[in-house]
T-cell receptor, first 110, second 117 residues
Framework: GENVEQHPSTLSVQEGDSAVIKCTYS??????FPWYKQELGKRPQLIID?????GEKKDQRIAVTLNKTAKHFSLHITETQPEDSAVYFC?????????FGDGTTLTVKP | GAVVSQHPSRVICKSGTSVKIECRSL??????MFWYRQFPKKSLMLMAT?????????EQGVEKDKFLINHASLTLSTLTVTSAHPEDSSFYIC?????????????FGPGTRLTVL
């Protein structure tokens, strides 16, 4: 499938600070961009998603922005809490099939 | 709603044996399910797309004769690892897509940890 680059691979922030994770993709036909949170030994959980006809979406402390022209999208977490610590995966979807980024390990220090 | 189960959660087998993993959508029908493989601290690698009533579509590099997929009903897909070897040891996760072809949201199972001795 088409690649997606995710940065950074690790991110450490202080509780209360913001965290931003970015992904870049190459498949211009992708039209759905989900973000998943995976805690150690558990299944990935969808935390927010955005479709290609929208530029930004927000859900409480989590927001996602999409720039289709530049082919990149970002996850923003504000007021981070220790329970936000996990691995976060971006993905882009074309014809129902998703390609995942390599993941970002977020650590929120109390 | 949108719960996906996977069984077994953990399996240890001897080299050369076959292992079957089940993926079930408990409260919705899923015409499409996906099988992923995840290595430690790595991303999800799509192995195949399982379509109810038809043959699975395998990703490049995935041996269809080794990883047999059957999607016999709208709530069940199975992955059979045939003649397993130690290099097949991994975390296998399924997901199910709810809704029709225009629905993209996937719900993941809890995963199966396979260890081949």
């Amino acid at each position: 499938g088409e690649n997606v680059e995710q940065h950074p691979s690790t991110l450490s922030v202080q509780e209360g600070d913001s965290a931003v994770i970015k992904c870049t993709y190459s498949d211009s036909a992708s039209n759905y961009f989900p973000w998943y949170k995976q805690e150690l030994g558990k299944r990935p959980q969808l935390i927010i998603d955005i479709r290609s006809n929208v530029g930004e979406k927000k859900d409480q402390r989590i927001a996602v922005t999409l720039n289709k022209t530049a082919k990149h999208f970002s996850l923003h977490i504000t007021e981070t809490q220790p329970e936000d610590s996990a691995v976060y995966f971006c993905a882009h979807t074309n014809a129902g099939k998703s390609t995942f980024g390599d993941g970002t390990t977020l650590t929120v220090k109390p | 709603g949108a719960v996906v189960s996977q069984h077994p959660s953990r399996v240890i087998c001897k080299s050369g044996t076959s292992v079957k993993i089940e993926c079930r959508s408990l409260d919705f029908q899923a015409t499409t399910m996906f099988w992923y493989r995840q290595f430690p601290k790595k991303s999800l690698m799509l192995m195949a797309t399982s379509n109810e009533g038809s043959k699975a579509t395998y990703e490049q590099g995935v041996e269809k004769d080794k990883f047999l997929i059957n999607h016999a009903s709208l709530t069940l897909s199975t992955l059979t690892v045939t003649s397993a070897h130690p290099e097949d040891s991994s975390f296998y996760i399924c997901s199910a897509r709810r809704g029709g072809a225009q629905s993209y949201e996937q719900f993941f199972g809890p995963g199966t940890r396979l260890t081949v001795l």
